[in-house]
């Protein structure tokens, strides 16, 4: 069993107390008959646990889920076990053996295939944005050593597959995978080249390659691989994406929809008080008018006028971060769990979409780069990498783990007839 895993995940350490937002709230922990007796003999042995057990961990029937017990959050959010330092009491007087798995491997997303193990990392804790904003980015997963783990993996594995076994489309998920990772490092593309590139590469893919595919598909896949691999594809892409226009505004209409609904009906969600400074910020421009509630034009107007605003080496950075937000994106998710490769592209550019208006929006961000003259450019990079990593995490934790969220926009993108490569055009050249 070989292990691989990107740079930052390889020497990920989770900072505990000093973290500025801990993960340790807000969630129903799941833990399997194992732990939970594991953490009954832990509570036999130190009085201190005996009543937040008998307080806080129920007993749930979650056999799917391999659930025998869960770990109620206070009143306040937080997870009973913390104390005043805001260290799990658990760890610290039982090590990682009495920790159930979601304790124990959070922020790790780890896959099998073939035998070897790949660990990637979820956005959702901001120790892993700022390994992977701040990493050399070498492209790909490197092979580590097994000890990157806090424990021997067992049944914390979230898919698996086996190429030899398995049906066509996993069968060629490793190939395709990788060349949709070769387009996401490629340093020569922009981000938005690379979204633009791998949505038409898994356009033309999905039309034979999906989970209805057959043995028949391998000789497609294998031909249309060697055709989009061409540098020829490369560059009428980068030329289609540069002259195509987004008349009907109909990416930034999808954008302006969804952040209306998140700010109206999920109040309570961390990223939402960000949502309202950046509408409220708009409605000051444009004299009172609410742009999120009328026509288009005036969250056009706003909204380019802001992006011509940020300084080139603000773009650049911003940029950059987020190409490694779909380069973890890609190696952290897989693409069969969706029914072909293109519907997992068109929701991945959509969330980049609002990922990019959230940090070309940022109040804070745009103020900084019309200081410009006030500020060194050291001090303007690091600003705007703490922005980003706060935003990134934030987006990660309230809309990307929200897979009901996602799943309603997928079907609407479904009833509007949205599942086409013009959609990924419109998100990409209007945001
Ligand atoms: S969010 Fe990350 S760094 Fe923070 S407490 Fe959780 S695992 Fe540790």
């Not at 007796?37 to 799917?64: C, F, G, M, T, Y």
């Not at 954008?255 to 109040?267: E, G, K």
């Not at 519907?343 to 208006?357: D, E, G, P």
């Not at 993108?413 to 949205?418: D, F, H, V």
Request: aromatic letters at 10%; hydrophobic letters at 35%; a negative charge.
């Amino acid at each position: 069993m070989t292990f691989y895993s990107t740079d930052y995940m390889a020497s990920f350490r989770c900072i505990g107390s000093e973290c500025e937002d801990t993960c340790c709230k807000q969630w129903a922990v799941r833990i399997d008959d194992q732990h939970y007796a594991a953490l009954q003999r832990l509570a036999d042995k130190h009085p201190v646990l005996a009543n937040i057990v008998v307080e806080s961990v129920v007993r749930v029937e979650d056999e799917e889920n391999d659930a025998y017990a869960s770990i109620e959050m206070k009143d306040n959010g937080f997870c009973p076990f913390l104390d005043a330092q805001q260290l799990c009491r658990i760890q610290t007087l039982g090590g990682f053996d009495a920790l159930g798995n979601t304790c124990t491997f959070f922020p790790r997303v780890i896959y099998e295939i073939d035998g070897d193990i790949e660990v990637a990392g979820a956005f959702s804790c901001p120790e892993v944005v700022r390994g992977c904003l701040s990493s050399s980015n070498r492209p790909g997963l490197i092979e580590v050593d097994r000890q990157i783990l806090p424990r021997d993996v067992g049944d914390a594995i979230s898919n698996r597959i086996s190429t030899r076994d398995g049906t066509c489309y996993e069968k060629h998920f490793p190939t395709v995978r990788d060349y949709f990772l070769q387009i996401a490092f490629d340093p020569m593309l922009t981000s938005k080249q690379k979204m633009y590139t791998l949505c038409y590469s898994s356009h033309r893919l999905s039309a034979q390659y999906n989970n209805d595919c057959g043995e028949e598909a391998s000789q497609f896949v294998e031909q249309e691989l060697e055709r989009l691999g061409s540098k020829e594809i490369k560059s009428l892409l980068g030329e289609r994406l540069e002259h195509y226009v987004d008349e009907e505004k109909l990416g930034l209409i999808t954008v302006q929809s969804i952040f209306l609904i998140r700010s109206q009906h999920y109040q309570d969600e961390p990223l939402t008080p960000y949502i309202n400074d950046i509408i409220n910020s708009y409605v000051r421009e444009l004299h009172d008018e609410n742009p999120f509630t009328t026509e288009i034009e005036g969250l056009h107007q706003v909204y380019h006028r802001r992006k011509h605003a940020i300084l080139d080496i603000a773009r650049s950075q911003i940029e950059d971060y987020l190409s490694r937000h779909l380069q973890n994106c890609l190696l952290r998710e897989w693409y069969i769990r969706f029914p072909d490769p293109f519907s997992y592209m068109l929701m991945l550019t959509l969330r980049q979409a609002l990922l990019r208006f959230l940090l070309y929006s940022h109040p804070s961000i745009y103020k900084w780069c019309l200081e410009e003259q006030e500020h060194e450019a050291t001090t303007l990079h690091k600003v705007i990498e703490e922005l980003s990593i706060e935003m990134l995490f934030l987006f990660s934790r309230s809309i990307e783990h929200d897979t009901q969220f996602l799943q309603n926009i997928y079907s609407a993108l479904i009833t509007e007839q949205m599942m086409e490569l013009k959609t990924c055009l419109c998100l990409l050249k209007g945001v």
